[in-house]
């Protein structure tokens, strides 16, 4: 494990006075993404940015307080009698303080649930659970203390994927002519997005969590989700779609929680501390604000991009309004995800070219599932890959998705060589993940219904000095059979 310092900008002093400001950091013709005029001065997207360096003491509700107030209060959003659903990110059961970086803190949504109460609102938090993980048999209300906070405010906790799912029509659809969506949703005349700000391998080098991503959840059946993880467009597409047939008029609110999150990689990353809470009425203003924080551009992602010209709102600087914080005072920049295109075994070959979507680049630093020091093993993804005549030598061949287990997709001549290969297994759904991640098959920690999803993915597919290697040592040796020299001490 290398001990690498990251040294951030000093930040200045909480002011107490809130201005609001207008961004303009570069000049105009950089952000000529659509071709449409500007909005008007005065109808731009507002994003409110408070300090709170901990969830201590209140800290963290004192701050998502502070934001609503910025914003105009809380009955800019919501009125006596409507049905409100809270959509943190809780996907998962992480223990304490890995849960503190991967998941939507409850004393953030707590302050939103005391807000909305005050208001006269009927609230229900609702969630699905990541993959084959649900909320209730997984304990992660419980683990994440939302039961406690449903139990002291009266609100409902709902299993999205135990909930009836109705059928939607999506408009001018990009991705899909219609989606299922829980009926609390559908039925729901306010939804709050409450993501957490952290890095998301799925989404690219540069790729972050935030209000988009979260609205994975929302995908149901869990079947579905697949295709929208092959790649970072993909990804954006499919949740477009989602907050499409919510429509604006019901999406009124996104709070991120940016206190603290993960840099680096998801799920087992460098706990980073960025101290804030983001709000705003425009999701797309807030995902573009939180990209420039954590030191990318407004506009670098498909997450930004795709949604703004779907019409949920805008990530070009010049049509946003800051209140609170200034944007410059508060730059975070983040440790950018280290991905691996090589796997650390000298005696796995990989052969990955002719293009390969992130879905089958995950899945090919995950095979084998062991490695025997005296076998020789070549990972085969892509299309129309180059390969050597020389296969016979393989002990074991995987051929990662549908592209690389289909003829069609490769030049003559590709699977007489594969086949020469001692075995050969072919992992041929698309993308590479549908193979590994529900089915199984292979032994190990693929056996366990969650694990490759998780943590294992990460073990496999980041540099090592991306990770908290403490949380990933019992898996990693798990995958691998045995102590290998790759465990971090």
């Not at 408009?171 to 949703?185: F, K």
């Not at 930004?304 to 609170?324: F, N, S």
């Not at 000298?346 to 630093?365: D, F, R, T």
Request: glycine fraction near 8%; proline fraction near 6%; charged fraction near 25%.
């Amino acid at each position: 494990m290398w001990n690498v310092e990251y040294i951030r900008a000093p930040q200045t002093p909480f002011r107490s006075e809130q201005i609001p400001q207008s961004i303009n950091p570069y000049e105009a013709s950089t952000y000529k993404i659509l071709d449409r005029p500007l909005v008007d001065s005065h109808k731009r997207s507002e994003v409110a940015i408070v300090r709170s360096q901990t969830y201590l003491n209140r800290m963290g509700e004192a701050a998502v307080e502070e934001a609503i107030e910025l914003l105009g209060g809380i009955n800019r959003f919501c009125k006596r009698g409507d049905k409100v659903v809270i959509k943190p990110n809780a996907g998962s059961p992480f223990p304490k303080q890995m849960g503190q970086q991967e998941s939507t803190h409850p004393s953030i949504v707590r302050a939103l649930v005391r807000m909305l109460k005050d208001c006269g609102a009927e609230i229900c938090i609702g969630e699905s659970g990541a993959w084959t993980m649900d909320v209730d048999d997984s304990g992660i209300w419980q683990v994440m203390g939302y039961d406690k906070l449903a139990k002291e405010f009266g609100v409902k906790l709902i299993n999205w994927k135990k909930e009836k799912l109705v059928t939607q029509k999506v408009p001018d659809p990009r991705y899909r002519d219609e989606i299922m969506l829980p009926e609390s949703i559908v039925e729901c005349d306010v939804f709050i997005n409450v993501p957490k700000l952290k890095h998301n391998l799925v989404l690219g080098e540069s790729g972050l969590t935030i209000a988009l991503k979260n609205m994975v959840g929302c995908i149901l059946p869990v079947e579905t989700r697949l295709e929208s993880h092959r790649t970072p467009v993909d990804n954006a597409y499919a949740c477009t779609e989602v907050w499409k047939v919510i429509g604006s008029d019901r999406m009124k609110l996104t709070v991120v929680d940016a206190i603290v999150g993960v840099e680096g990689t998801m799920h087992a990353g460098n706990r980073c501390n960025p101290g804030l809470i983001i709000a705003s009425p425009d999701p797309v203003a807030a995902d573009a604000v939180c990209h420039y924080i954590a030191g990318y551009d407004f506009l670098q992602s498909p997450s930004v991009q795709i949604p703004m010209k779907a019409g949920m709102g805008t990530g070009d600087p010049r049509e946003i309004r800051i209140l609170g914080e200034r944007l410059e005072d508060v730059r975070y920049h983040f440790n950018p995800v280290q991905q691996r295109f090589v796997q650390p075994y000298l005696n796995v070959h990989e052969y990955l070219g002719g293009g390969i979507c992130n879905a089958c680049l995950m899945a090919a630093m995950m095979v084998p599932p062991r490695v025997e020091k005296d076998k020789l093993y070549a990972v085969v993804s892509g299309t129309r890959v180059n390969i050597p005549d020389n296969f016979s030598q393989y002990d074991e061949v995987y051929l990662i998705g549908t592209c690389a287990c289909s003829p069609s997709h490769q030049k003559k001549g590709y699977m007489d060589k594969v086949s020469k290969a001692k075995s050969v297994k072919k992992l041929s759904a698309c993308g590479g993940n549908d193979a590994i991640y529900p089915k199984g098959g292979f032994g190990g920690v693929y056996e366990t219904p969650w694990a490759p999803i998780g943590l294992d993915s990460c073990a496999s597919t980041v540099l090592p000095y991306s990770l908290n290697t403490n949380a990933l040592s019992e898996l990693e040796d798990r995958r691998e059979g045995r102590e290998t020299e790759f465990r971090h001490k």
